[in-house]
Each structure stands twice: as structure tokens, then as C-alpha cells.
């Protein structure tokens, strides 16, 4: 059974101080690791898709990487509009199940 | 391009009735996806439709069904209703099965069950 762990469940910032949040996990055959974005209230939007082992993509303050066994979202001097929960999900076993969630990291960015 | 577009927003019921949801995927998009999104369980898969044959389930009871039409619009039902099924209901499209994978989700449809 595919798992995927997020930490820290919370994370608190003052504006400007640049903090990882990390995705762990077990998956049979990866197809594809996905970082999205949740406001309060609203669906998931989507950020970023990794494949494989090594790849980075960015986007303004957001870095995303990936390894063997888990992925990382580097936020670079964040504004309190980069407020959010952050959700990691994976694709794989053949996408037989449809994506597997992590229960997000709720990030903080006070002024 | 419009997004994914859920109706109802927000709805309450009572235990033992049902409900019906629905949701229309981004134009060109073939594939609906459910997702049931709750504080202490995150968001677990409900299930998949593409070319309006179901095509994947997660692991929910029969209670929770779905369909999906020839325009690629879609539906879900929650039969007899439990306090437990209160939740933000999330369906999400894409183009289609093979791919890359990426989902769009939509505001989602919050049901309470009273």
C-alpha cells in the first residue's frame, strides 16, 4: 500500500525566512510526484509534478525536489500570502488507485 | 478556460437520506475523479471515470457510487447518509487516463450530515 508522510503537520514563519517542508514515501513504481497548494475553504491547486529522482522545478519563491524516497518544497524568503496547507501526493502502482495524499504541511507566514 | 465547477457549494442532511453531487471537468478533459477530504483522514480516493465507465475505486463502501455522462460531466451519490460522511467532496479532472497524471481540482461541495 502506497503511504506518503508530510512534515512538519505545522510550520510558522516570520516573512522573509526560507524553510523546507518535506514529503516522505513508499510507493510501488512512482508514475509521478505532485505538490499542490490548498487555501482554506478551496480545492487543491496544483504547483508542481516530479518524475524522477534528481529533478527540481520552480516556481517565484517554491523549489521543488526529489528523491528515491521522499521530496522536498524549499520556500524562498516567503510573503504571508505564500499561507497555505501544502499537500504531497504520489502516483503510482500503475495509477490503478488514483493519488495517494499526505495530510499537508499548514504553513505561517506572519508579517 | 473555465475550471472544474462543483454544485452544490455547501449542503446539510440528516442521517439516512441521500445526496447527489455533481461536476463538470474543464472542457476537454475526459477523466472525473472523487475525493473525499476530511480533518483526520486527509483526502482518500473515491473513485475514477473515464469515456463514462468507471475505471479505478478507492476503499469506501457501496454506499458511495458515481457515474458519468457522455459530455464527461459527472455525479456521485451518497446513500443512507452517516454522521462520518461529512466532508468536503473534491472532483478533479484530466485529459485523460495515460499521461501525466496532473489533477485540477474544484472548490469542492461540503456536506454536512446532521
Known amino acids: 500500500e502506497d503511504q506518503v508522510t508530510q512534515s512538519p503537520e505545522a510550520l510558522r514563519l516570520q516573512e522573509g525566512e526560507s524553510s523546507s517542508l518535506n514529503c516522505s514515501y513508499t510507493?510501488?513504481?512512482?508514475?509521478?510526484l505532485f505538490w499542490y497548494r490548498q487555501d482554506p475553504g478551496k480545492g487543491p491547486e496544483f504547483l508542481f509534478t516530479l518524475y524522477s529522482a534528481g529533478e527540481e522545478k520552480e516556481k517565484e519563491r517554491l523549489k521543488a525536489t526529489l528523491t528515491k524516497k521522499e521530496s522536498f518544497l524549499h520556500i524562498t524568503a516567503p510573503k504571508p500570502e505564500d499561507s497555505a496547507t501544502y499537500l504531497c501526493a504520489t502516483w503510482g502502482g500503475g495509477g490503478a488507485d488514483g493519488l495517494t495524499f499526505g495530510k499537508g504541511t499548514h504553513l505561517i507566514i506572519q508579517p | 478556460k473555465a475550471g472544474v465547477t462543483q454544485t452544490p457549494r455547501y449542503l446539510i442532511k440528516t442521517r439516512g437520506q441521500q445526496v447527489t453531487l455533481s461536476c463538470s471537468p474543464i472542457s476537454g478533459h475526459r477523466s472525473v475523479s472523487w475525493y473525499q477530504q476530511t480533518p483526520g483522514q486527509g483526502l482518500q480516493f473515491l473513485f475514477e471515470y473515464f469515456s463514462e465507465t468507471q475505471r479505478n475505486k478507492g476503499n469506501f463502501p457501496g454506499r458511495f457510487s458515481g457515474r458519468q455522462f457522455s459530455n464527461s460531466r459527472s455525479e456521485m451519490n451518497v446513500s443512507t447518509l452517516e454522521l462520518g460522511d461529512s466532508a468536503l467532496y473534491l472532483c478533479a479532472s484530466r485529459l485523460g487516463l495515460s499521461g501525466t497524471g496532473e489533477l485540477f481540482f474544484g472548490e469542492g461541495s461540503r456536506l454536512t450530515v446532521l
Open positions: 510507493v510501488s513504481g512512482l508514475r509521478g
